[in-house]
């Protein structure tokens, strides 16, 4: 995490599964994308000390074969974008592919698909089978991609994945009262302030380079009331996948976190928070809120839409300062 918006997610994906090896031969009757990452800058170098795309491909069925005739596109219209040669699994069951734009084809070098990944939200990858026309494995508007993060089915090792990351977009308010169901999915917050995470004010400067552009409350909060509601939309393909939860916070004075409006941690916050409540106590260590604080949180996903709400506090309306 890095910037302004001290919240992130992650999520450990587990294998029960294991494949077998196979030798060369016919096609295998069932394969799929297990990870792919869109924005490499470290987790893997090709032959050229480069460091593109890359897709992993494994051998699901175990059978004696190689991907001859399989196709990667990037592109639903276009399903046979780029056809894979005899490529043979390594021991474990595995093809690695780099998405790199350099059309190379030779099944005894190393793969090269004539398409690069996006890792903007919204976009697809996808495995089709040699008829052209069947999807072995696809992955249809996935969420947006984070640098050297790789994303997928969860059939391999454990991968961290960040569903929410510094910049993204909030919609915020300054409650004048109470204000029903604002922690769940489908409240309509279209209404609510807009601005880049993180959220809060400084009357100095010590806090400013974590403060996200239209994420300044001061003059919705400051002399006007100590709390803030905060809402962060995110997106989830598939959540069955998800094993652990981490919620990522810098904060002062206080603050409750929601996940599709069950309360998931807080911290310096009173039994029951109103719309109008204070922290507990004022949060004198600069350095403690400008710091990372990791919590273990369980809560329930959904594939599609979910949302973080936040309830930051201040310790009195009147305070100098505020992030969440």
């Known amino acids: 995490m890095l910037a ?13 599964l294991a494949s077998l090896p196979s030798l060369h031969g016919e096609a295998v009757s069932n394969a799929l994308i297990t990870e792919f990452v869109t924005d490499n800058k470290d987790s893997l170098t090709d032959s050229e000390g480069n460091s593109p795309d890359w897709i992993e491909i494994w051998n699901v069925s175990g059978d004696a074969g190689d991907l001859n005739g399989y196709y990667l596109t990037d592109d639903p219209a276009n399903p046979v974008k780029w056809q894979l040669p005899e490529a043979t699994f ?16 030779d099944p005894a070098a190393e793969l090269h698909t004539n398409f690069k990944l996006d890792s903007s939200s919204g976009s697809y990858l996808a495995l089709i089978k040699p008829d052209g026309i069947t ?37 915020w308010q300054v409650p004048e009262g109470p204000v029903a169901n604002w922690t769940e999915i489908q409240f309509e917050d279209s209404q609510w302030n807009t601005g880049a995470t993180g959220i809060g004010y400084d009357g100095s400067t010590k806090y400013l380079p974590y403060i996200g552009v239209g994420g300044d409350t001061n003059a919705a909060m400051r002399g ?16 069955s996948v998800i094993n652990d939860l981490t919620l990522r916070m810098r ?38 809120a400008i710091t990372f604080f990791d919590y273990k949180i369980s809560a329930t996903l959904q594939s599609g839409d979910n949302v973080l709400a936040i309830h930051g506090l201040n310790a009195s309306p009147g305070s100098s300062d505020l992030l969440i």
């Open 135 to 171: 999807v072995a494995s696809e992955f249809v508007d996935y969420p947006k991609q984070y640098e050297d993060i790789s994303y997928g089915k969860g059939f391999g090792d454990p991968h961290p994945v960040k569903l929410i990351t510094a910049g993204d977009s909030a919609h």
């Open 251 to 288: 904060w002062e004075d206080g603050f409750a976190a929601y996940l599709n409006g069950t309360e998931v941690h807080r911290e310096n916050t009173p039994a029951t928070p109103q719309w109008n409540s204070t922290a507990i106590s004022n949060r004198t260590n600069e350095n403690d």
């Open 224 to 239: 006007i009331n100590a709390s803030v509601y905060i809402r962060i939309p995110f997106t989830v393909t598939e959540s």
């Open 90 to 105: 390594n021991a474990e069951g595995y093809v690695i592919v780099f998405a790199s734009g350099k059309d190379r084809r």
């Open 4 to 16: 302004h918006w001290p919240i992130c997610i992650g999520l450990l994906i587990t294998s029960c």
